[in-house]
């Protein structure tokens, strides 16, 4: 999507010299716009692991194509099968529970295998890697295909007057390569001249939403407004809420969906005001093993120092600030978990779904292992 | 309750000389405890107005002790009945909006009325202010009377096991004299040996959870943790919260519930998850001419740089950041609704109702001006 009037995607080979990747440093963003070279596999480890980019997409790409930076950077005209092994497993401890992550670094392995020589393998592993950006780019694009229909949907029953979409976190084409999934309705229906405007939910404690999707719905020219994430409540009282977007980090195949800590109350409160509130995700995202409620997904318990420490900027220089007394305690849960029930629907690469195990294997019938459904 | 082990109350009479009253100036708190002396009621207008002080039951307080401040400072042995309806104006203007203060002022001018000399109307104006802090003081004392019971219920139903009790923004007794309101019960349950722990929401976007109920509640020994205002759905999906008690700002006799925003998105979470839900507030919350659903509340939109910017401390300085990019429009809701059905019920100074006009109309017989009820 845009920046600053020009498109822009997360991630890309460098157009002058196709021995480097270049990404956004997402780590300064909102306050810096910065794009970093990556020129080794140790450089893309690091950008993994310190999170100069996020996003489960995005992270299979940079794990894609940090093995092919490994392949560029390899001595001599040979590779041994040895050193791939190596390279991946060292790429997929950058972020151990990324699953994106061991999946893209094991397509590439898998894709190596067999090669031998540098220049076979360079051209195996680049068009590797450039077939995992193409097929995220087009999950998205897809989602925000089918998405944009509710959107038009709503606009038509507003007679074109604006429609209002609440998100919460970052489901933005920064987690993705482009479009994003719970923006890509959002940034199709905007390109195609529907008035909307998006309620970005702060996110707290790590504040993706101010950061990082009001910045980029801000650079393509979508209006949206940052809320505390206390209102969106009084919100969908107030009526001025039409539908609720968000994305997810797992879902089951009955319509849970696992997302951002603080999605529950949003979908609570969108049931209890008759707000559709829609996940979009690729399928990729659909734990199949997943039971009933999703009960078994562990909630990570991340760091208390992101509750307690606030970054910002300060006399033109970002800092942060510590806003709780000495000893104050302060936890830190990363997700929770939207029940079925309050789910309207789930948006994915292959259309449109309820929240339901026999509306979701309609579209993917591949997965039903179970003839009972 | 306590501070750095002694017992304090917000504001007070200066022990060694009775011209000055003394407050906790509340806006360096947690970073800084300060002590303010306030000589006139020039002093106690900017104390009020740029919020060194907050809370109705402490800004009622404020304003009577103000108008004791506007009579020892008079100059000679009379006092003209001007003077003093000069001061009440101009005391009252210093936060319009606050009901307690009005009430606090206009009491004073009524204790004052046909009193001339200076020597009468400071022991008047002086017994006046300390009337209404007893009786701030006991109010908050009795609801903590009648909902410690709840606590003492739960901690018996949990074998003695520690009782979790969520609570959000400041209803603390920094907010009142002492005890607080939604505090209050949790400050007695601890008193009197009860298991007790708080998960605390921080409370954006001005952080008095984080900044003054964990204060308050660590200062007084009271365990507690703070959490991002998304986490409190989680925690009472796994569980890990018994009960919810906030404060109110304003309340229909139906039981509908005006407090900080986000409280309604609590409430929903509790009433998905059967935890117990209650307001603790003293009867001159109740707006008795509000209407069911309270509805007709205005809800104030304030300032959307208190979503903009995040006080904290960096390098051991109050200091601010800016949280999000330039250009992006935040907006800030103060307060929102949450309806009497999500309501388990209203803790007042004469006991524990459900939230229905019936059973309110029970503890407060002469408010009810309809025998119909």
């Known amino acids: 999507m845009k920046v600053k009037g020009n498109h822009f995607e997360t991630i890309w080979i460098h157009p002058h010299n196709q021995a480097v990747v270049q990404i956004i440093d997402q780590r300064y963003l909102p306050f810096e716009f910065r794009i970093e070279d990556l020129n080794t596999l140790e450089d893309m480890y690091t950008a993994i692991r310190d999170m100069h980019l996020r996003g489960a997409p995005l992270i299979g790409a940079a794990g894609a194509l940090g093995m092919y930076l490994a392949v560029v950077n390899a001595n001599g005209e040979r590779i041994e099968e040895r050193q791939i092994t190596d ?3 060292y790429l997929k401890s950058s972020r151990p529970t990324a699953v994106n992550l061991a999946w893209a670094v094991d397509r590439q392995v898998n894709a190596l295998q067999g090669l031998t020589t540098k220049e076979e393998m360079m051209e195996t592993a680049l068009s590797t890697a450039i077939a ?23 606009s038509r029953a507003k007679n074109g007057a604006t429609v209002n979409i609440l998100t919460h976190c970052n489901a933005g084409w920064l987690a993705c390569i482009d479009y994003g999934t719970a923006t890509a309705p959002i940034y199709l229906a905007h390109d195609q001249g529907l008035k909307i405007h998006v309620w970005v939910d702060e996110t707290r404690p790590r504040n993706q939403g101010a950061r990082l999707t009001a910045w980029e719905l801000q650079q393509h020219g979508v209006p949206c407004t940052v809320i ?13 809420v039409d539908m609720v977007i968000v994305g997810s980090d797992r879902a089951s195949a009955y319509g849970d969906v696992v997302n ?5 109350l949003k979908a ?12 979009a995700l690729p399928s990729s995202t659909i734990d199949w093993s997943l039971g009933q409620g999703a009960r078994e997904t562990p909630i990570e318990e991340r760091d208390g120092n992101e509750v307690r420490f606030m970054e910002g900027l300060a006399n033109g220089r970002i800092c942060e600030v510590d806003i709780l007394a000495p000893g104050t305690r302060a936890v830190n849960f990363g997700f929770d978990i939207t029940p079925a029930r309050l789910v309207t629907g789930i948006i994915t ?4 779904s309820n929240a339901n195990k026999k509306s979701i294997f309609t579209l993917f019938p591949e997965k039903n292992l179970n003839p009972e459904y």
């Open 260 to 264: 951002k800590i603080g999605t529950y």
């Open 349 to 352: 690469e292959r259309g449109i």
């Open 87 to 89: 390279a991946a497993a």
């Open 228 to 240: 505390a994430d206390n209102t969106g409540g009084h919100l969908m009282q107030q009526g001025m």
């Open 268 to 279: 609570l409160a969108a049931h209890d005001n008759q707000v559709p509130f829609y996940a």
């Open 132 to 154: 995992v950006i193409d097929e995220e780019r087009m999950n998205c694009l897809k989602i925000g295909q089918h998405g944009v229909k509710l959107i038009e949907q709503l």
